[in-house]
């Protein structure tokens, strides 16, 4: 079992930056994680992916080059740090755990661990 808790999220102007953190407790031993968002009145959707020793990551397109996924082993603890935010970023975001993997992983349904949620909100 593992239960994420995620934190850092708040109101943005555009162009403005925040930085996302979810720590992990439980049976934390190899496991690949992931961010998801869900903007109101839209499905949730994939944001970022990492390994369980972080040397691979993955992005979607729309928030390659601004958003940088990462996360630190010894402290339980992934982070998204979110630059130049736009409104269209505004969502509730979400990190998500699968147990026992040394990749990573693009689909909600291979996510076996969620988070609660942050809210972010970007103003223009």
């Known amino acids: 079992q593992v239960q994420l808790v995620e934190s850092g999220g708040g109101l943005v102007q555009a162009g403005g930056s925040l930085r996302l953190s979810c720590a992990a407790s439980g049976r934390t031993v190899s496991y690949a994680m992931g961010w998801f968002r869900q903007a109101p009145g839209k499905e949730r959707e994939f944001v970022a992916a990492?390994?369980?020793?972080?040397?691979?990551?993955y992005y979607a397109d729309s928030v390659k080059g601004r958003f940088t996924i990462s996360r630190d082993n010894t402290k339980n603890t992934m982070y998204l740090q979110m630059n130049n935010l736009s409104p269209e970023d505004t969502a509730v975001y979400y990190c998500?755990?699968?147990?026992?993997?040394?990749?990573?992983?693009?689909?909600?349904?291979?996510?076996?661990?969620w988070g609660q949620g942050t809210q972010v909100t970007v103003s223009s």
């Open positions: 998500a755990a699968r147990l026992g993997s040394t990749s990573y992983y693009v689909k909600e349904d291979d996510y076996n661990y």
């Open positions: 990492i390994t369980w020793t972080g040397g691979t990551t």
